[in-house]
């Protein structure tokens, strides 16, 4: 199934991490009740680099950023943050690993697109096809090539992530056991 998604730009530069920039960890002293309230989370989401990116963001907008996006300690509560602020992908230059699979655990799309930095500005219109790792800028009119995701990868973001997957299957396989 080749899907097509669009979004919003928000740029952020290169190396950002986790716990200086994406969930300052001094907004967030108790990690638990962060985790039940992820509102909360949502309202500091980048504000160390962008203050009124939480004022901004709408519901499938996307991240981009330059070279290792998700560095430094990851941690759940800023992928968290990101999901509950309704971010649909992350395109960047290169993605930390262990963020590549906390996105994809939570429905979001990580794309790794070696030159987005210089063809995406905040703002800007993107169309994306995941699947293909086509990339076009309908506010600049360029077209660049990311890395295509797997099959599998899709599929776990199409369902919302891996908890939401592995319960509608598990959901499935009772309705079918029942029947």
Known sequence: ?????????????????????????????DYVSAAEHPEKLAQVCFTPVDPEFPKRVRKGDFIVAGKGFGSGKTHELGMIAIEVS??????????????FR??????????ICPGISAAAETGDLLEVEPG???????????VLRAIPLPELVLEIVRGGGILPLVKKRLDAAKKQENH
């Open 1 to 29: 199934m080749n899907e097509t998604i669009r979004g919003r730009v928000h740029k952020f530069g290169d190396y950002v991490e986790c716990d200086s920039h994406i969930v300052p960890f001094r907004a967030v002293p």
């Open 86 to 99: 309704g971010i649909k992908a992350i395109i960047a230059e290169s993605i930390q690993r262990t963020y």
């Open 102 to 111: 906390n996105a994809v655990n939570h429905g979001i799309y990580p794309i």
């Open 132 to 142: 293909t790792g086509k990339i076009t800028n309908l506010t600049r009119n360029r």
